[in-house]
């Protein structure tokens, strides 16, 4: 399955941005969705996760601000990111994992001050 994220761009500290993950086929079998984030010079690291019956997991550095979601029916998961920081600032990854792993190609998210 090949993944597509969309929704990345420029905002302001303090302001929102929702990334959205389009799967080219059926989500249902994979055992989680995911969300990485990975600055320069930094490893890959995962930031939020759904389970195929909803059970969510944040990093303990978007905890409390951001929102994974998923629609199976659309075949698509979304990280809704609200009181962005600079920090928060990188490239962003979907993924889906299973029996298998898909990964998109990523998308980048600058805040800015």
């Known amino acids: 399955v090949d993944l597509v994220e969309s929704g990345g761009g420029l905002v302001q500290a303090g302001g929102s941005l929702k990334l959205s993950c389009a799967a080219s086929g059926s989500i249902g079998s994979f055992a989680a969705l995911t969300w990485s984030r990975q600055v320069p010079g930094q490893p890959r690291l995962m930031i939020a996760s759904i389970s195929t019956i909803g059970h969510t997991w944040y990093a303990e550095s978007v905890s409390g601000r951001f929102t994974i979601s998923r629609d199976d029916a659309l075949d698509t998961w979304s990280l809704e990111m609200n009181q962005l920081k600079i920090e928060d600032t990188g490239m962003y990854y979907c993924?889906?994992?299973?029996?298998?792993?898909?990964w998109g190609q990523g998308i980048q998210v600058t805040v800015s001050t």
């Open positions: 993924a889906a994992r299973g029996v298998g792993e898909a």
